[in-house]
């Protein structure tokens, strides 16, 4: 036997006591992720008993923020971005500037150096993608309207936080942390020679990446695929990820994550995208487990009794304080106070961003370690509550609206794209379509209606959509059509048919019931994603279901019969 398996303990303890805590975790409906950390924490230096080598952790770490960059950049869709930017970029933008200065004060309050405080409100501003597409998928919400705009709003914090990671080392210096001698002994033009350097290498890396490797990447992936070899298809997809991410980094002095994001985007462009994702992600998530659990082991647990106010402190800021900001935010963009409870809880909670930025923070001397551990325990804290908080969604949500006066003023009720326009013609409003959801679906749908001449009105949460929709002369309203007043501004009193062509299953029997509450004689079309759901809905007797897969299924069923010649046999049937 090897004299040294310091790397084979440090893996093999680090993913076994990950299963046990994860399964558990899982057991009480809390984030695996949480389980992930506290496997860390037992076999760090700050418990008893074994400690495995935080050296060898801290690479495989660094193996794990690769992969789980390449897999952000791999589902990085832009369309899904632009759909909704207007509200996305500019919150996410103002969000992370609010959370940043709540945490920079509470570092001041502490006696820490501006840099400390830098680095401590950054790491609270950003949420955790993973555990926010857990928590939508576990609704049913993740394409929905809601969904979206929370995806979006943390695409944005996470391009975000990749430009502060490309950024905080040059910074560094200017900051009071590490090389701040040489800097206090050289010029200003030094320091923006350095900072315009940086961004100089930056630059042509991602011009590099964005107009060859677009090209050569996905060309690469498609003459492995040809090979038919799913070994050589899976070992291509990881040198690719891990090769650019080295190379950013030697050649261009670009951390490993950009590089790696950068990776799973012009591998985006390959028709084999998805299939590189699946084959990837085994690998994926074997090194994310390693990465969470080389975050636990640098956690000191005696800071939850040697320094609780100031945990609660950190556990605030993310839950409380970056939850109204970001609740006020949706509400001044005037979107639904669904949409507002929805981005909140979504983003009550930190993760994987905040531990490569204080990782680094301390690498550069910006941030004591003791700020560390504080991100740390904030990230256990509110990871492990978030579920509870998206449960709190729909009381909070009763509470407000049990206030009336409050409930106006918090919806305003006064924005013009909540109501038709007063010239809109009235013979499109009697014995029309009331279609919820204009996305991929519904704009399907709207346009056979249009070519056919059948007037409809659509109901849609997304501002710019319906903003664009008027734009073309169709009517159009916008908010949650679970709403009573959605409804009554889409004449659903005078309507021949309601069509949900949303995926957001969660709310479509309230919208029924409103629907029918003001139209008894309306026919409702309902769409579905579940199997389950869809039986669910039709012994409910909601109106007429129809489910993707099934109606898939059914389509190419006939084409098929069609062209043996057994159509007629088919319908008889």
């Known amino acids: 036997m090897p004299h040294d398996i310091s790397l084979i303990s440090t893996i093999a303890a680090g993913l076994g006591l990950a299963l ?9 409906k ?30 495989l770490a660094e193996i794990g923020v690769m992969l789980l960059m390449f897999g952000v950049g791999l589902h990085f869709s832009l369309d899904d971005l632009l759909s909704v930017r207007k509200i996305a970029l500019p919150g996410a933008v103002l969000q992370i500037s609010v959370a940043t200065l709540m945490g920079m004060g509470l570092a001041w309050w502490w006696g820490w150096s501006l840099g400390a405080g830098l680095v401590l409100g950054l790491s609270l501003s950003v949420a955790s993608t993973v555990v926010l597409l857990k928590a939508l998928e576990t609704r049913g919400v993740l394409e929905s309207m809601n969904g979206k705009i929370a995806v979006g709003w943390l695409i944005v914090e996470d391009l975000a936080m990749v430009l502060v990671l490309v950024l905080l ?18 010029s200003s033009t030094d320091l923006w020679w350095t900072l315009a350097r940086t961004l100089g290498e930056v630059t042509i890396f991602v011009a590099l990446m964005l107009v060859i490797g677009r090209r050569v990447f996905p060309w690469l992936l498609w003459q492995v695929a040809r090979t038919g070899s799913r070994e050589l298809f899976t070992l291509c997809v990881v040198a690719v990820a891990l090769g650019i991410a080295y190379g950013a980094g030697k050649l261009f002095g670009v951390s490993f994550a950009l590089g790696a994001f950068f990776a799973g985007m012009v591998m985006r462009e390959s028709d084999l995208s998805h299939r590189a994702a699946e084959e990837s992600l085994p690998l994926r998530d074997a090194f994310a487990v390693l990465f969470f659990v080389s975050v636990g082991m640098l956690f000191d647990p005696r800071i939850l009794i040697e320094q609780p106010l100031q945990v609660l402190a950190v556990v605030a800021i993310i839950i409380v304080g970056k939850s109204i900001a970001a609740f006020g935010l949706v509400l001044a963009f005037r979107y639904p106070l669904n949409t507002a409870l929805t981005v909140s809880a979504s983003l009550a909670q930190i993760g994987e961003f905040s531990f490569i930025l204080v990782g680094m923070g301390v690498a550069l001397k910006l941030l004591p370690v003791e700020g560390q551990s504080l991100v740390l325990a904030g990230a256990l804290i509110s990871i492990a509550l978030n579920a509870a ?7 909070a949500q009763r509470w407000i609206r049990s206030r009336s006066t409050l409930a106006r003023l918090l919806e305003r009720r006064d924005d013009p794209l909540a109501e038709l326009p007063m010239e809109t013609d009235q013979g499109l409003l009697t014995g029309q379509v009331v279609l919820v959801g204009y996305g991929r679906v519904g704009r399907r749908i709207g346009e056979a209606l249009m070519k056919q001449g059948v007037p409809f009105v659509v109901a849609e949460q997304n501002r710019e959509i319906v903003e664009g929709l008027r734009a073309q002369g169709i009517p159009a309203v916008s ?30 029997r309230q919208m029924v019931d409103i629907a029918r509450q003001l139209n008894p004689q309306v026919e409702v079309v309902v769409r579905t994603h579940s199997e389950d759901e869809a039986e669910l809905l039709a012994k409910e ?13 059914q389509g190419m069923t006939h084409h098929v019969l069609e062209r043996m010649g057994k159509t007629k046999v088919a319908g008889a049937h």
């Not at 046990?20 to 009480?28: D, E, K, P, Y």
């Not at 109106?543 to 897969?549: Q, W």
Request: charged share 10%.
């Open 20 to 28: 046990v805590f994860g399964f558990i975790c899982a057991r009480f």
């Open 30 to 59: 809390i984030p695996s992720l949480v389980g992930y950390l506290l496997a860390g924490i037992v076999i760090g230096p700050g418990t008893p008993g074994f400690v495995a080598d935080v050296g060898l952790a801290g690479q």
């Open 169 to 186: 080392p040059a910074l560094a210096p200017m900051l009071g942390g590490a090389g701040a001698e040489q800097v206090a002994a050289s």
């Open 389 to 395: 908080v998206f449960k709190a969604i729909e009381p």
């Open 479 to 508: 908010g949650d059509a679970a709403e009573p007043a959605v409804l009554i501004q889409a004449h659903i009193a005078r309507a021949g048919m309601l069509v949900i062509a949303t995926p957001d299953a969660f709310n479509v």
């Open 541 to 553: 007797k909601v109106g007429r279901v129809f489910m993707g897969e099934h109606e898939l299924a």
